[in-house]
């Protein structure tokens, strides 16, 4: 199939079957409810560990007819290349993501995240796929924990794979991205259950993060399907906030205890680097880092973008856009 932008400016995905690793998580659950909508003529394969949440996921679905439902673990590749026979499209969004598990378990995080990732690119190369995206995160960026670490080896991995599929229709990709609203193992959830027993725990009163809808987070990977090239790393631009006004928003007037900064937590994330800033272009409404490698040329969409100040650093700490409380608020619902 061909891909590009649809009469409505989406990304066209007619008759395409798509495979979605973790797709049980809350990224594939919000990313099937759009394909559901958007692209009823689509085949979404689920691919994920965990056949309790898919029991749980087809029943919410309704049992709907676009859906299938594969078990397996990107560590296997085998059943990854299984997985993906006939697919056109994959989206990449397992791993292991919960910071402390990935400290504690360091070579568990290594093997889903990075020998996942390097399975995912030589399956989809194998199996014919046209187009790859890979979820990465603002913890991928000076990583200080193995999870951001892990993430950043993946998105190498991601990027590279171009060059191993040069001579094939094959092409990757990555989306980078902040925390996500009401994601499972957010700070969100967790201040929910601390509102109950009336006191809130916060790490440290200068934390900043950046944040982002599940919706925009979908919007994103289908801005990625339809206009890579391969080798780009999508960056949204996207508000900051304060984890005070986080707490101030879900639970105002409640007693907070600071209880420091947990192993492998930064004050304030990145999304960009100054490294990283004098590869990368400025769009309207995201920044879109563009490969080293002598295989990219000048010829790619991203010819008009605007180059980025020398130093400029993408911060949750210095970005322009902020919510407040009462933001927060309205975004939580």
Known sequence: MTFGLGQDGGVDLSGATILLT?????????FTQ????????TTLRIFSRDELKQSEMAARFGGADQL????GDIRNRSRLTRAMQGADVVVHAAAMK???ACEYNPFEAVQTNILGAQHVVD?????GVERVVALSTDKAVNPVNIYGATKLCAEKIFVQGNAYAARTHT????VRYGNVVGSRGSVIPLFWAQLAEGRLTITDERMTRFWITLDEAVDLVLFALANSQGGEIFVPKIPSTRVVDLAEAIAPGIPVDLVGIRPGEKLHELLLTSDES???VEMDDRYVVLPEHPWWTSSSPWAAGRPLQEGFVYS??????WLDADQIRTLLG
Do not use: K, L, M, W
Not at 22 to 30: I, Q
Not at 34 to 41: G, M, V
Not at 123 to 127: C, E, L, R
Not at 171 to 174: K, N
């Open 316 to 321: 949750s700490e210095t970005n322009a856009q």
């Open 22 to 30: 973790g797709g049980t998580g809350s990224f594939g659950t919000a």
């Open 123 to 127: 399956a989809a190369i194998d199996s």
């Open 98 to 100: 919960q910071v402390p």
């Open 34 to 41: 759009r394909i559901i909508r958007d692209h009823p003529d």
């Open 171 to 174: 092409r990757f990709s990555c």
């Open 278 to 280: 004098r590869h990368a």
């Open 68 to 71: 299938r439902f594969f078990i």
